[in-house]
Each structure stands twice: as structure tokens, then as C-alpha cells.
């Protein structure tokens, strides 16, 4: 009963049906926040999301029907069971907040699709990679800060008048948004200052954020890596397997021949 359970759980399309819910469940969520939609159809809205948390309930038990004990040593299984957790709890009264926290079923996509729960697990693997670039980014930034405030503080008072003020200002720039009005108004005192942007663009645009992109990179290869590995591994103890048998059967025909023979 067990491992029919556990083929169940497994195939194709049971993995397509639970697809399908979380996405009609994200899209039920999406409509209940257009107060017209839920004046016409707020309890057919409502029925089916107690549908779709019927069925998570249902899909989950019978995950740790099937794999008992394992069910807690499986990071995804957690996930799936606190995103569920919270929306069984009450809604009401001070916990009324949790109703806003219903949309995170939609997050169940991540521990479905084998491909998205690749990425995450890509990014948890290169978060010590990314912790050193951050240091320094940090350190870029801060730098540069400091030297904005000395050289264009009295210049533009409002954008680098002081070091907080400069690592906001940096921040924005370093992101992109309206960095040519920033550039703009300190170049109408100091013409040169398009040297510091410049610079300060290139190093922690293009250089540090790349860096990100590279440590993610290479996450998500060694993790391809450790896929197929397992893969391979999984299909050479298939094959002994089968060996194994065949080997058992011709050892047994071997001895009725054998007996045959002394008959």
C-alpha cells in the first residue's frame, strides 16, 4: 500500500495536478484583492481556496504516510509544511495578518518544479561565496562614500552633505536609478567629478555585481554536477542489481540442470 502510495505521490501527473492547484490557488489570491470580483464571486473565491488547502493538507499526510521518518530530514518537505501550517492557523482577531500570508502557497512552486528547487538550491550553496562579495561591496561603498562627502559635501550638501547622506546616495547610483541628475548637479561645481562616477559605476556595476553572477554560476554547476553524479550512481546500483538476479537465476538453473542430471 505503501509504495503504491509512494508511485502515486511520484507520478507525472499528480505532479501536474498539485502544479495546476498552487496556480489556481496564486490566481484565487490575486482576484480576492479587487473588491468588485469579490462582491460578484467572493464565495466561489472562497471555496476554492479551502479546496486547494484541502488538498495540500491531503497531499502532505500522505507524504508522511509514505516516507514516515524521512519526511523531517527533507528541507522541502519543512517548507511545504510551515507554508501550509500557516494557513490552517485562524485568521482572526490579532492573527488577521495571516490572512495576507496565504499567498505564499504560491512558494510551493519552488519545492514542485525540480528545476526551481535546482535554482534555490543553487543559491543557498554560493550564499558563503556571495557573503565575501558583499564585504566587499560594503567596503566600495563605504570608501567611496567618504570621499564623496570630502570632495563634493559643501557642492551638492543634500546629496553628500554627510556620510549616511553619501552611502544613500552611492546606493541609488550604484542601482541605477537617476544616477545622471546625481552626476549632474555635482558636475556644475566640480566639471571632473564624472571621473569618481565613472569609476565608482564600473567597479561595483560591473565588476562586483558580475561577481555575484559568476558565484551563482558556478553554484548551480556544482549542483548540476552532483545530479548527475547521483543519477549515475542510482543507475549503476540498478544495473547491479539486475546483475545480481541474473546471476542468482543462472546459479539456480544451473542446479536444476544438475539435479536433472542425477535423476
Not at 464571486?41 to 471555496?47: E, K, M, R, V
Not at 559635501?153 to 541628475?181: E, I, K
Request: proline share 3%; net charge neutral; charged share 20%.
Amino acid at each position: 500500500m505503501r509504495e503504491r502510495m509512494r508511485d502515486f505521490l511520484a507520478h507525472r501527473r499528480f505532479q501536474r495536478f498539485i502544479i495546476a492547484v498552487i496556480l489556481t490557488n496564486a490566481a484565487v489570491l490575486g482576484l480576492e484583492t479587487f473588491p468588485q470580483v469579490v462582491e460578484r464571486h467572493g464565495d466561489l473565491l472562497t471555496l476554492i481556496d479551502h479546496v486547494a488547502l484541502y488538498i495540500f493538507v491531503v497531499e502532505l499526510l500522505a507524504k508522511v504516510y509514505v516516507e514516515r521518518s524521512a519526511f523531517v530530514r527533507d528541507p522541502w518537505n519543512i517548507f511545504d509544511a510551515v507554508i501550509v501550517g500557516i494557513a490552517l492557523v485562524p485568521a482572526t482577531g490579532g492573527l488577521s495578518v495571516l490572512r495576507s500570508l496565504r499567498i505564499l502557497r504560491a512558494l510551493r512552486l519552488l519545492s514542485v518544479v525540480p528545476s526551481l528547487r535546482r535554482v534555490v538550491s543553487a543559491l543557498l550553496r554560493a550564499l558563503p561565496g556571495m557573503s565575501s562579495i558583499v564585504v566587499l561591496l560594503s567596503l566600495v561603498l563605504y570608501v567611496a562614500a567618504v570621499m564623496a562627502t570630502k570632495l563634493y559635501g559643501q557642492a551638492a550638501p543634500t546629496r553628500f552633505g554627510s556620510l549616511p547622506t553619501s552611502l544613500f546616495t552611492l546606493y541609488q547610483t550604484m542601482t541605477g536609478d537617476d544616477w545622471g541628475n546625481i552626476a549632474k548637479e555635482v558636475m556644475d561645481r566640480h566639471p571632473s567629478a564624472w571621473i569618481f562616477f565613472t569609476i565608482f559605476i564600473l567597479v561595483c556595476t560591473f565588476v562586483v555585481l558580475n561577481l555575484f553572477l559568476a558565484v551563482v554560476v558556478s553554484a548551480m554547476d556544482e549542483e548540476n554536477s552532483e545530479e548527475r553524479a547521483a543519477a549515475r550512481q542510482d543507475t549503476g546500483d540498478r544495473t547491479q542489481r539486475i546483475l545480481d538476479e541474473l546471476a542468482e537465476l543462472r546459479k539456480e538453473l544451473a542446479e536444476l540442470r544438475a539435479q536433472r542430471a542425477l535423476d
